[in-house]
């Protein structure tokens, strides 16, 4: 995988959301020391349903997550 280094800077200061998923996937096979890259990826670019899975788990956080606005 490739780094994206700044990613979450760059969201901040356009004030874009931001959803990663490449720390999501990194963040998963770092927990799970039995678990390798290419059971989520089709190809070396490309995740499958597994990996399509988690992505969608992690995007479907983002939007029910708490906002920053609901405590103004």
Do not use: C
Request: glycine share 4%; charged share 20%; aromatic share 6%.
């Amino acid at each position: 995988m490739f780094p994206a280094p700044n990613r979450m800077q760059v969201a901040a200061e356009t004030n874009v959301g931001l959803v990663d998923v490449y720390a999501a996937f990194a963040g998963r096979l770092a927990a799970s020391p039995d678990l390798e890259l290419a059971e989520l990826m089709a190809q070396t670019n490309h995740p499958n349903e597994a990996g399509h899975r988690m992505a969608a788990e992690t995007i479907l956080l983002w939007f029910t997550r708490p906002s920053k606005d609901a405590a103004d």
